[in-house]
Structure formats: structure tokens, C-alpha cells
T-cell receptor, first 117, second 113 residues
């Protein structure tokens, strides 16, 4: 149990376009989802925390208007990178957790590699 | 506020040798501590976690870690390294199980034949 998927696993886009990344909890209801960003050979940095049905909480320095996060259901959160630029190229990883005791920890997705040309 | 420091960005050991990856933490509340492994172009896999129960925590793949409050450490060990252990390892801390994680810088483990 506790499987989290991400789609797509990789995406290449042109500068100026928008890209949407989906994060799904497949076998549990995720009341909270987290979005992380990882640059090559670096650690993960939390971008934002989203709770189902409410606005995401962004970490300091993360542009809310550029990285749009939606958590419309208990199994799906999306991250949209708007007007992407080459500096947005990175590995984006989501995680999900639940209020239910069995899933009261973060379970990570496999990541999405974004390359902006 | 919480933070994690992993000593050594790169550790290299011989196959069959002891693996020791160091992690020190700082936390204003009783910490929850985690070790994750990441293989290239993949997400994170939980190796083990400390949740204020036993201070010696056993995880998957023969790894274990010991929580030492006096030293604010949570070092990861494995008695005998295997080639498949080569990966990036991250130590992380949070104030609760489902709260946001603060990650260390990561340690790349290389296994020499």
C-alpha cells in the first residue's frame, strides 16, 4: 500500500509555455501533499504544502504565481509551472500523507524531470 | 526551526565493509528522523525512521540507525556493504510524522568491488 504516482515522469517544453505535473495517491486518501524541487546533485527543497480543499502554503522564496498548486481532491494534487524558463528545469517530487494512522507519514512519488528549452 | 547536517557529501567503501553515513540534527521540538535512499532519476525510498520509540532503529536492506539525543545524531550504518547499496542517501527531520521534512545535503555512497 501507500503508492504515490506522478505524471508525466519527464517532460520537455519550450520556454514560455506552461507545464502541469500530476501527483496521485493510488491507495489512500491524502489529506496533505507536499511538492519538492531537486536540482542536479543537490538535496530536496520544499516548495509548498497543500491540504485538500484549501490554498497551498508556499515556502519563502517560492513564487506563488509561477508555481500553481491545486489539491482539489483527496487523491490528486497538481503543480503547474507557468511561463516556464530554462532555470525552472529541475526534478520535481511530490509526497502525500494522510490523517489516517496507517498513512500518517510522507510517501514519495517517483519524480518528474522537467527540461525547459 | 529544524535543520540537518550530513557529514561527507561522498563516502566510498569496499564491498563487504562497514557503511557509516553521518547525520546530525537540530530541532526545537522532539524530532522525528528519517533516512531515505534515492537511486538515479528516481524518487525517495524510506529506509527507516525514528519516532521516539526505540533509539536503535532497524530498517530495510540491512540498514540501521541509532538516535543519540546527547549527540544530536542519527547515523546510518550497515555491517557489510553490497554493490546495490550505491546510491544517494538523505537524512531528514520533521516535528511530526506528516509534517514537512527538512532534508540534509545528501551523501553519495560508492561501493568499490
Amino acid at each position: 500500500g501507500a503508492v504515490v504516482s506522478q505524471h508525466p515522469s519527464w517532460v520537455i517544453c519550450k520556454s514560455g509555455t506552461s507545464v502541469k505535473i500530476e501527483c496521485r495517491s493510488l491507495d489512500f486518501q491524502a489529506t496533505t501533499m507536499f511538492w519538492y524541487r531537486q536540482f542536479p546533485k543537490q538535496s530536496l527543497m520544499l516548495m509548498a504544502t497543500s491540504n485538500e480543499g484549501s490554498k497551498a502554503t508556499y515556502e519563502q522564496g517560492v513564487e506563488k504565481d509561477k508555481f500553481l498548486i491545486n489539491h482539489a481532491s483527496l487523491t490528486l494534487s497538481t503543480l503547474t509551472v507557468t511561463s516556464a524558463h530554462p532555470e525552472d528545469s529541475s526534478f520535481y517530487i511530490c509526497s502525500a500523507s494522510s490523517d489516517q494512522s496507517s498513512y500518517n507519514e510522507q510517501f514519495f512519488g517517483p519524480g518528474t524531470r522537467l527540461t525547459v528549452l | 526551526a529544524q535543520s540537518v547536517t550530513q557529514l561527507g557529501s561522498h563516502v566510498s567503501v569496499s564491498e563487504g565493509a562497514l557503511v557509516l553515513l553521518r547525520c546530525n540534527y537540530s530541532s526545537s521540538v522532539p524530532p522525528y528522523l528519517f533516512w531515505y535512499v534515492q537511486y538515479p532519476n528516481q524518487g525517495l525510498q524510506l529506509l527507516l525512521k525514528y519516532t521516539s520509540a526505540a533509539t536503535l532503529v532497524k530498517g530495510i536492506n540491512g540498514f540501521e540507525a541509532e538516535f543519540k539525543k546527547s549527540e544530536t545524531s542519527f547515523h546510518l550504518t550497515k555491517p557489510s556493504a553490497h554493490m546495490s547499496d550505491a546510491a544517494e542517501y538523505f537524512c531528514a527531520v520533521s516535528g511530526a510524522l506528516a509534517q514537512k521534512l527538512v532534508f540534509g545535503q545528501g551523501t553519495r555512497l560508492t561501493i568499490n568491488p
